[in-house]
């Protein structure tokens, strides 16, 4: 019942930014908390950041203080601000949305907290 659409994921050099969009429809947006993971070729899903119904963020230490996430619940979508980009940052970023809600880190890093997920978009930081 929910679709999530990503984009604007490219390729920036190192020191760069870049913001992701990703897009919900189906079920009411809100009632969904939203999440970003991202993987690289050959490794687990990893966390990135997550955002609750009330506002309430959470980061993977690796992305604190150059990662942002937000929401606009009018346009049912949820964005990823990355700035200060590093090559370790090269993966394709999911955005996902989660029913359940969420309470602590260990709930937001969970993937099995999350019931939908987009396509993923490429995010390419170069030397």
């Known amino acids: 019942q929910v679709q999530l659409v990503e984009s604007g994921g490219g390729l920036v050099q190192a020191g760069g930014s870049l913001r992701l969009s990703c897009a919900a429809s189906?079920?009411?947006?809100?009632?969904?908390?939203r999440g970003w993971f991202r993987q690289a070729p050959g490794k687990e899903r990893e966390f990135v950041t997550a955002i609750t119904r009330s506002g309430s963020t959470y980061y993977a230490d690796s992305v604190k203080g150059r990662f942002t996430i937000s929401r606009d619940n009018a346009k049912n979508t949820v964005y990823l601000q990355m700035n200060s980009l590093k090559p370790e940052d090269t993966a394709v970023y999911y955005c996902?949305?989660?029913?359940?809600?969420?309470?602590?880190?260990?709930?937001?890093?969970?993937?099995?907290?999350?019931?939908?997920w987009g396509q993923g978009t490429q995010v390419t930081v170069s030397s």
């Open positions: 996902a949305a989660g029913y359940r809600p969420i309470i602590t880190t260990a709930q937001a890093m969970d993937r099995r907290g999350y019931d939908y």
């Open positions: 189906g079920r009411t947006f809100s009632n969904y908390a």
